[in-house]
Nanobody
Framework: HVQLVESGGGSVQAGGSLRLSCSLS????????MGWFRQAPGKEREGVAA????????YYADSVKGRFTISRDNAKNTLYLQMNSLKPVDTAMYYC????????????????????WGQGTQVTVS
């Protein structure tokens, strides 16, 4: 069983920064890949950033490259999304996702890849 608990959302002005956290609890499961998704009102959920927990490549949506950084503190079993130079278009509900399955790099932003999801945390940029 896997549990994801998110925190760190809030309201900031354009150009500001936020760091989202996703606490991971694993029970007889080894997570292989984790990612961040977001969904704005009236729009479909979209992938933002993803990483393999054992290291290796990280992946970013073109719209956030150079501004967002995904990372993981293995000692704390926590996934982070550092969000800098925030824009109003970044306003959305942000979700943490995880899977123990083998994931092809081409599918890291396919929501059906992930079988565990957090509750979401709201980010508002004005």
């Amino acid at each position: 069983h896997v549990q994801l608990v998110e925190s760190g959302g809030g309201s900031v002005q354009a150009g500001g920064s936020l760091r989202l956290s996703c606490s991971l609890s694993e029970y007889d499961v080894t997570i292989n890949c984790m990612g961040w998704f977001r969904q704005a009102p009236g729009k479909e959920r979209e992938g933002v950033a993803a990483t393999y927990t054992g290291g290796g490549r990280t992946y970013y949506a073109d719209s956030v490259k150079g501004r967002f950084t995904i990372s993981r503190d293995n000692a704390k079993n926590t996934l982070y999304l550092q969000m800098n130079s925030l824009k109003p278009v970044d306003t959305a509900m942000y979700y943490c996702a995880a899977t123990e399955r083998t994931v092809l790099s081409a599918l890291v932003f396919d929501e059906t890849t992930y079988n565990y999801w957090g509750q979401g945390t709201q980010v508002t940029v004005s």
